[in-house]
């Protein structure tokens, strides 16, 4: 005989309701805000830059980075944002309010770094398991593919 075994996925198998296959579009990818590349799905290719709410690929980050080394700016490179020129924020919780805002405003992509900050105790939030999957829910609702691919693994992994 087979055992039995509860994978948790069986639950899920009910409630399709709100699924609609047929209608299923596969969203268009971001693109970078200053060079117009599509971004990267993997997020460790990307920086989030929670003062303006802007999502820029690493190459634009770099670029920047490079160039104003190369021309003796030294000091901008890590406090202005390159997108929005504005200060960055210099602790966590200035990041974690920043996150807060933006979170409230229904930006997935805060969400998903505020849900990865709770998930992982980052800039100053407490380790919150419960919390994290709220918001990586909620972010992936918003159109996170990030919060999407966590969620994804962290069920087939069994971490949640």
């Keep these: ?33 200053l060079c117009k590349i599509p971004m990267s799905v993997d997020h460790r290719n990307s920086e989030y830059m929670p003062c303006c709410a802007k999502q820029l690929c690493k190459g634009c980050s770099t670029d920047h980075a490079v160039k104003s080394l190369e021309r003796g700016i030294k000091v901008e490179v890590f406090t202005k944002c390159v997108f929005c020129r504005s200060n960055r924020a210099n602790s966590g919780t200035t990041t974690v309010e920043r996150l807060h805002s933006n979170a409230k405003q229904g930006d997935g992509n805060a969400m998903f770094m505020l849900a990865s900050g709770y998930e992982n105790g980052l800039n100053g939030l407490p380790i919150n398991y419960q919390k994290a999957v709220e918001l990586y829910h909620e972010a992936t609702k918003l159109g996170s593919a990030d919060a999407a691919h966590t969620l994804g693994s962290s069920y087939m992994t069994g971490d949640i």
């Design 1 to 33: 005989t087979a055992l039995a075994v509860d994978n948790g996925y069986d639950s899920f198998a009910d409630d399709e309701s709100d699924v609609d296959i047929e209608n299923f579009e596969i969203p268009p990818r971001d693109v970078c805000p």
